[in-house]
Nanobody, 117 residues
Framework: QVQLVESGGGLVQPGGSLRLSCAAS????????VGWYRQAPDKERELVASITDSSTQYADSVKGRFTISRDNAKDTVYLQMSSLKPEDTAVYYC????????????WGQGIQVTVSS
């Protein structure tokens, strides 16, 4: 079972920046896709950004503001968030999709991001 640990959340003013980290318990070379999701109160969980070894994808709402990247040496995926808006407020979750006898999904515990003045 892959373990994911998120860090870097907190309170930030509108227009500010935060960087979230997702550290995996296995080599990320063994993970097909890492994604960052978020869930705001009374809303469904949505995919914010994802990364494979060859590509990245972003939700339209964060394109140009968020950047997902990976550090293979640290088995860590980052989500750099800039120009933050109040509507970015949510609990952010890291997800890893990997193959072990079958496709599996692992989730982090979630981390709060609050954008408010």
């Amino acid at each position: 079972q892959v373990q994911l640990v998120e860090s870097g959340g907190g309170l930030v003013q509108p227009g500010g920046s935060l960087r979230l980290s997702c550290a995996a318990s296995i080599s990320i070379f063994n993970i097909h896709t890492v994604g960052w999701y978020r869930q705001a109160p009374d809303k469904e969980r949505e995919l914010v950004a994802s990364i494979t070894d060859s590509s990245t994808q972003y939700a339209d709402s964060v394109k140009g503001r968020f950047t997902i990247s990976r550090d293979n040496a640290k088995d860590t995926v980052y989500l750099q968030m800039s120009s933050l808006k109040p509507e970015d407020t949510a609990v952010y979750y890291c997800n890893a999709r990997y193959w072990y006898n079958m496709w599996n999904d692992a989730w982090g515990q979630g981390i709060q991001v609050t954008v408010s003045s």
